[in-house]
């Protein structure tokens, strides 16, 4: 845990809290539906969209490469994790999740008591038509659904798209490191 953190005074929100469907920029309907148990339910299909994700958009480090490193990470987060995902056709083309920050994931009692990392992938061919900001809004809702409160991200400082994304929703810049910008949202309770 590497707290304590600034987060805004004033709570953003409300966010639509899934199942929801829109249609995207490229007029798809995508499909944003929370995944209660990652390690059961939904595991195989978010498995195969990290298979096709490109190694080359990674950052920090994720998603890991090869079916075995990315089921391994995927695994080891099931339990904590509180993920949505969207689906295009059925098939998986993002996924977002909120990963408590706190030394035992065993021992939360209550979800607004810590603060949840964000992570949010989109697959190559569907990024640029909105559907990150329907996936963001949709874990945010959900995520407000459930009794978070509290919610950070780190993204690459030259990252302009993932920033602007992140501010349209009501992150704000709360520190910076080296190459990292690291920005924080305060979520309205449900």
């Known amino acids: ?18 199942p929801t469907a829109s249609e995207d920029r490229d007029g798809r ?13 939904g595991l ?11 190694p080359e958009d990674r950052a920090q480090g994720i998603p890991p490469t090869g079916e075995s ?56 061919a569907y990024q640029r038509a909105g559907i990150g900001t329907l996936l963001l809004e949709g874990l945010l809702g959900h995520a ?7 919610v950070w991200l780190t993204v690459e400082r030259w990252n302009n798209p993932a920033i602007a994304l992140y501010e349209r929703v009501g992150f704000e810049a709360t520190g910076t490191e080296s190459f990292e910008q690291e920005m924080a949202i305060r979520l309205e309770s449900a």
Do not use: C, K
């Open 69 to 124: 490193r990315i089921r391994n990470w995927l695994e080891a987060i099931a339990d904590a994790s509180v993920n949505v995902v969207a689906r295009h056709d059925g098939d998986v083309v993002g996924h977002a999740m909120l990963v408590p920050d706190t030394d035992d994931p065993s021992s939360i009692d209550d979800r607004g008591d810590i603060e949840w990392e964000l992570a949010i992938f989109v697959l190559q």
């Open 1 to 18: 845990m590497t707290g304590p953190r600034t987060y805004p005074d004033e709570g953003a929100g409300p966010f639509p809290s899934p």
């Open 29 to 41: 309907t995508i499909e944003i539906e929370p995944i209660t148990d990652l390690a059961d339910e």
């Open 144 to 150: 407000a659904e459930i009794g978070i409160e509290r």
């Open 44 to 54: 195989e299909d978010v498995v195969e969209m990290y298979v096709e994700f490109n």
